[in-house]
């Protein structure tokens, strides 16, 4: 598959970010009276979060041929969603860099930074989606695009979190923690599975308008990939359920499978979302 690094930088930057949203809803729940601790907390989240933004920057220029492409890139930041991102991606991931080596050697989580890296952290996710709604492919320019990269965003961060973050809280923060987190990837799963209908439906509108432009071999891989795509849906909705199970419940057995469940389901259906351009 050639749109492999696509496929990881993706998912690595939306993960990043998602990441990035739970560390910033739990910096209010962190005690003030001891910033030490607090940053101690938090550390490991922050240096995997920035890993991954930093790993799937790097896989993206895998997909360039030559790494320096990405500066001609740059050159276009008025028209181009790409540069966009770029740029976007460049200063999330400055912002959170900033933000973990204050926690590695200053022993100090500034609360003003978090807030900052997931506010340009929700800006690159929409240029990254906004390079392919509006590209020449037809099965990419809908609104479901948006969608589909914002709810991996929410669905790999509550995962991350829920090991990472929440249950190295207190009780009652763990419990809120993870009770937040399953009602976003609830929602996101259910929002997503509600304008599945309507994306059908754009696609069989562009059929019927015989648009020479429609890329017919994109329609058949839609079909050809049904299977995927049920599997991924039936991973997503387990995951959904099992996570608002573990969050009501605990039980590290459950936390277990929702995670392998709705990463799993994320890979299946990036997999197919770059297979249909």
Known sequence: ?????????????QLSVGLTLFITLALPRQPFGDRAAATRTLRLPLLIACASAGMGL???????????NALHAL????SSWLSREIVFAAAYLTVLGLATLLALFKQALWRTLMPLALVVGIVDVYC????YAHSSVVTWTHYTTWLTFFGSTILLGATAQAWLIARHQALETRRRLL????????????????????????????????????????????????NVRAVGWLLAVAGAALMSVSAQRGGRGVLICASLALVL????????FFSLG
């Open 179 to 226: 009770s937040t987190g399953a009602m976003l990837v609830v929602a996101a799963v259910a929002v997503r599975l509600l304008f599945q209908p309507a994306y059908i439906d754009y696609l069989s509108q562009m059929v019927h308008r015989d648009a020479a432009t429609f890329p017919y071999r994109s329609l058949d891989a839609w079909y050809d990939l049904a």
């Open 58 to 68: 790097l896989c993206s220029t895998l997909h360039l041929g030559y790494p320096l």
């Open 1 to 13: 598959m050639h749109e492999l690094p696509l496929l990881i930088f993706t998912l690595l930057v």
């Open 128 to 131: 990254m989606s906004a390079i």
């Open 75 to 78: 050159r276009h930041v008025s």
């Open 265 to 272: 389901s994320e890979v299946l259906f990036r997999y197919v």
